[in-house]
C-alpha cells in the first residue's frame, strides 16, 4: 500500500505511453478528447489497485495492462475491431525500446539499476526512460500535426513490429544466457557486440523501412503530379497547334469562299448570302472552352477535368477568377487543384446526379478556392485527414497531404468539412505578399 501511489502513477504512463504509440505511430482512429482521455485514466488507475490484491507474479499484470488497451481501442476507436492489430504493433514498439535495453543494462550493469519499491518492480531507469518516451511521443505529435501527416502501418509493417519484438528479446536471451555461461573474455566480448549490435541494427533497419517507404511514396505522388503538370502543357501545345492549322486552313479557303460569296452578291440572292455565311461560321470557327480562370495553368487543370467529368455525366461548375494564383509555381497550381478534382471526381463517379462545384474569393491578400461535391453518406473527417477509400491505401491518401504542405507553403490552409449531403474543401493561400 505504501508504494501503490508510485505504482498508479507509473502504470498511468505506462498506459498513455501505450495509447500514443498506437495514435502516432501507428495511426490509429482514436478519438482523444478531454472527457475521454478522462475515461480512459480511469482504466490503469483501476488495474494498478487490481495487480496491487491480486495473486503476485507477472502474467496477471500484463493480461490487466492487455484487457485496459484493448477495452479503450474498443471504446474510443472509430474502427474498432481493424485498430486491434495496430495496437499489437504498438504494444510491440514499446516493449522493444523498453524492455530488451533495461535487461541489458541490468545483466551487464546489476548494480546500475536503483530501485524505488522494496520489490524492485520499479527502478528509476523505468522513470527516466518512460518521461523521456512520453516526451518524443509527445513532440512527434505536434510534427504530425503541424505537417497533417499520419503513419498508417501496413500490414507487413504490423508484422514486421511483432518480428522485432521476438527478435529483440531472443536477442537479449542471449545476452544473458553469455553472462551465465563460462567462455573466454574474448569470445565473451565479441558476441557481447555481436548481440548488442544486432539489436541496435535491427530496430535501425525497422525505423528506416518504415521512413524510407513513406518518402518514396510521398516522392512518387508528388512527381505524379509534376508529370500532369507537363502531360497538361503537352496538351496545351497541341491544341495551339490544332488551332494553327485550321487558321492555315481557313486562309486557303477564304479565296474561294470569298469568290462564292462576291458571286452571290452580284445575283441578288441575299438570303443564300446569309445562309453561307452561318453555315461557313458553324463549320469553320474554333469552340471556346467555356471556362477561363483567369490563370494559364488552372485552366489546364480545369479544363481537362472538365473534360473527364463531362464524360462521366458529372455536372461541373466555376464561378470566380484565379488570377491571384499568378503568385504561385506553375507545379504547386497543378498539384493544389488536380488532387482536389480528382478526389471530388472519384467520389462522384459511385453517384448518380452528381456536381463539382467551385467557387473561387479573392481578397486584397488572399485567394480562397473552395470545392463542394455531394456524398452517399457522411465522411469521418478526424485530424484534418481522411482515411482512403481505395484498396491500395499504400500508394493512395498523399493527394491531401501534397495539399496541405503547399497551401502552407504560401502561408495558407487546406481544411475539410463533411455533412450528410456534401464534401467540401476550403483552399486559401497567399497571392500577395503582406505588407
Not at 159 to 166: E, Q, T
Not at 353 to 376: E, F, G, K, M, Q
Amino acid at each position: 500500500m505504501k508504494y501503490l501511489p508510485i505504482e498508479i502513477a507509473i502504470d498511468l504512463i505506462e498506459y498513455w505511453i501505450l495509447i500514443l504509440t498506437a495514435q502516432y505511430i501507428c495511426s490509429a482512429h482514436l478519438n482523444l478528447c478531454p472527457r475521454n482521455v478522462f475515461l480512459g485514466s480511469i482504466l490503469p488507475i483501476l488495474g494498478a489497485i487490481l495487480s496491487e490484491y491480486a495473486v503476485t507474479g507477472n502474467v496477471l499484470p500484463l493480461l490487466i495492462v492487455l484487457g485496459e488497451l484493448t477495452l479503450t481501442v474498443l471504446l474510443f476507436s472509430r474502427k474498432r475491431l481493424s485498430d486491434l492489430p495496430r495496437l499489437l504493433a504498438a504494444i510491440a514498439i514499446f516493449y522493444t525500446l523498453m524492455v530488451p535495453p533495461e535487461l541489458m543494462l541490468d545483466t551487464i550493469m546489476p548494480r546500475s539499476l536503483i530501485s524505488i519499491s522494496p520489490d524492485y518492480t520499479y527502478t528509476w531507469y523505468d522513470i527516466i526512460t518512460y518521461g523521456l518516451y512520453l516526451g518524443g511521443l509527445l513532440f512527434l505529435g505536434h510534427i504530425l500535426r503541424k505537417y497533417q501527416t499520419t503513419l498508417h502501418f501496413r500490414p507487413s509493417e504490423i508484422l514486421g513490429s511483432i518480428a522485432l519484438a521476438l527478435f529483440s528479446f531472443i536477442d537479449i536471451g542471449l545476452v544473458i544466457f553469455l553472462f551465465n555461461a563460462h567462455v573466454k573474455p574474448v569470445e565473451h566480448y565479441v558476441f557481447l557486440t555481436i548481440f548488442l549490435g544486432a539489436f541496435v541494427l535491427g530496430v535501425g533497419f525497422f525505423v528506416y523501412g518504415v521512413i524510407s517507404s513513406r518518402m518514396r511514396i510521398y516522392r512518387e505522388t508528388l512527381a505524379r503530379s509534376q508529370m500532369e503538370y507537363l502531360q497538361l502543357q503537352l496538351e496545351a501545345l497541341q491544341d495551339v497547334k490544332e488551332q494553327e492549322e485550321q487558321t492555315r486552313r481557313l486562309r486557303h479557303d477564304l479565296t474561294s469562299h470569298m469568290a462564292m460569296i462576291r458571286t452571290l452578291c452580284q445575283e441578288g440572292n441575299y438570303r443564300e448570302v446569309k445562309k453561307y455565311a452561318e453555315q461557313l461560321s458553324r463549320d469553320t470557327l474554333p469552340s471556346g472552352s467555356g471556362i477561363l480562370t483567369g490563370n494559364k495553368v488552372a485552366d489546364l487543370v480545369v479544363q481537362s477535368r472538365m473534360k473527364i467529368c463531362k464524360e462521366l455525366g458529372i455536372d461541373f461548375s466555376f464561378n470566380g477568377v484565379l488570377s491571384g494564383f499568378d503568385a504561385l509555381e506553375a507545379p504547386d497550381i497543378c498539384s493544389l487543384l488536380g488532387n482536389a478534382y480528382d478526389n471530388a471526381i472519384d467520389a462522384c463517379r459511385r453517384q448518380q446526379n452528381a456536381y463539382i462545384r467551385t467557387t473561387v474569393h479573392t481578397t486584397p491578400n488572399y485567394t480562397s478556392v473552395r470545392i463542394v461535391n455531394p456524398v452517399l453518406r457522411r465522411v469521418s473527417i478526424q485530424g484534418g485527414r481522411v482515411s482512403s477509400t481505395k484498396r491500395d491505401k499504400r500508394n493512395h491518401g498523399y493527394g491531401i497531404d501534397i495539399m496541405k504542405r503547399i497551401a502552407d507553403k504560401y502561408s495558407g490552409s487546406c481544411t475539410l468539412h463533411c455533412d450528410k449531403q456534401e464534401f467540401t474543401v476550403n483552399i486559401s493561400v497567399l497571392t500577395r505578399p503582406e505588407i
